[in-house]
């Protein structure tokens, strides 16, 4: 069975620092993996994805994610936070493209 | 590009009734996907179409829960015989074919309250 672990429900961090969102997944296989960004009353937003090509991913607004195939980690990282960051992040996993399984998500807090 | 939408965004039921939910995808979109999403969970695979072909179904969706998409445009979500368990938001999503297929697009959602 896939399953996808988020560690940490809420992270706060300080403006201009550094954001790290951990993830990690059980797959048999390289999955295709995922990090969604949901803002308040707002529908669920694709940050960026790995689909086996390079282990490095960029996406939108800043943030990237590195695939680690040894550790089946990947964490979602920003240099230097915004205000404009605060969100619920979701980490993804699908072993085929067909089914999507998510983590329970990681409230982000960004301080002042 | 319009985006997802869904209908209706809330939804109060008693138990025992049985609702419907519509979501029109991203116009061309050829998967369509449903989700549910409970307080501090992330969102739960329920289905997912290609065109008109309902395609997999989660082993957690009960006999009560049915889709379709008749066209391969819009889709409903019905659920009978409602339940407070069946508590929560039903997410729909799309994507297109080819090097965007695992590209979800995802609507605001329907929140169903069962009373």
């Known amino acids: 069975a896939q399953s996808v672990t988020q560690l940490g429900s809420h992270v706060s961090v300080s403006e201009g620092a550094l954001v790290l969102l951990r993830c990690n997944y059980s797959?048999?296989?390289?999955?295709?993996l995922f990090w969604y960004v949901q803002y308040p009353n707002q529908g669920l937003q694709l940050l960026l994805k790995?689909?086996?090509?390079?282990?490095l991913v960029k996406g939108i607004n800043g943030f990237e994610a590195e695939f680690k195939k040894s550790e089946t980690s990947f964490h979602l990282t920003k240099p230097s936070a915004h205000m404009s960051d605060a969100a619920e992040y979701f980490c993804?996993?699908?072993?085929?493209?067909?089914?999507?399984?998510f983590g329970t998500g990681t409230s982000l807090t960004v301080i002042p | 590009d319009t985006g997802v939408s869904q209908d209706p965004r809330h939804k109060i039921t008693k138990r025992g009734q049985n609702v419907t939910f519509r979501c029109d995808p991203i116009?061309?979109?050829?998967?369509l996907y449903w989700y549910r999403q409970t307080l501090g969970q992330g969102p739960e695979f329920l289905t997912y179409?290609?065109?008109?072909?309902?395609?997999?179904k989660s082993r957690l969706l009960s006999d009560r829960f049915s889709a379709e998409r008749p066209k391969g445009s819009f889709s409903t979500l019905e659920i009978q015989r409602t339940e407070q368990g069946d508590s929560a938001m039903y997410l729909c999503?799309?994507?297109?074919?080819?090097?965007?297929?695992?590209?979800?697009?995802f609507g605001p959602g329907t929140r169903l309250t069962v009373t």
């Open positions: 999503a799309s994507s297109s074919k080819r090097e965007r297929l695992l590209e979800q697009y």
């Open positions: 790995y689909t086996s090509a390079a282990t």
């Open positions: 797959s048999s296989v390289p999955p295709y």
């Open positions: 993804a996993v699908s072993p085929t493209g067909n089914q999507f399984y």
């Open positions: 116009s061309e979109h050829n998967r």
């Open positions: 179409f290609q065109n008109e072909a309902q395609l997999e």
